[in-house]
């Protein structure tokens, strides 16, 4: 009997332990951008990135249908994330829109959110 007693407690202590506690961000879902705006610490947050004028770096909710694509809706500055590293799209070469590239799909970014900037960001 004390040995059923000790396994019941064991497993008891290992679901416990295995819980659904998102402080650690492994179990977190992808915000989306409207609710990472009202989010300030480590985030992860899914969104159309783009970037603008060949510098300027964005995550946008929505992708607006023009050309090239513009970001929609509401927006997060990015920093720090290495965009050369992304399969971008891009208008083509020698057009006057050619310094903007975009993601075609949404993307998954992680980092430090403060006040409106995504800041240290890394594909989550």
Do not use: H, R
Not at 65 to 77: D, L, V
Not at 93 to 122: C, D, F, P, Q, Y
């Amino acid at each position: 009997m004390k040995l059923t007693v000790a396994v019941v407690t064991l497993i008891a202590t290992l679901f416990a332990a295995c819980g659904d506690d998102e402080s650690n961000g492994a179990a977190a879902e992808p915000l989306s951008i409207a609710d990472a705006l009202e989010a300030e610490g480590e985030v992860l947050v899914t969104g159309y990135l783009f970037v603008l004028d060949g510098a300027t770096v964005v995550l946008a909710e929505l992708v607006a249908e023009s050309f090239p694509p513009q970001p929609g809706g509401a927006t997060i500055t990015v920093k720090g994330l290495d965009v050369d590293a992304l399969n971008l799209e891009e208008a083509p070469g020698g057009s006057e829109l050619a310094t903007t590239k975009w993601s075609a799909e949404s993307i998954t970014l992680t980092g430090s959110l403060v006040s409106g900037v995504l800041n240290g960001a890394e594909l989550g």
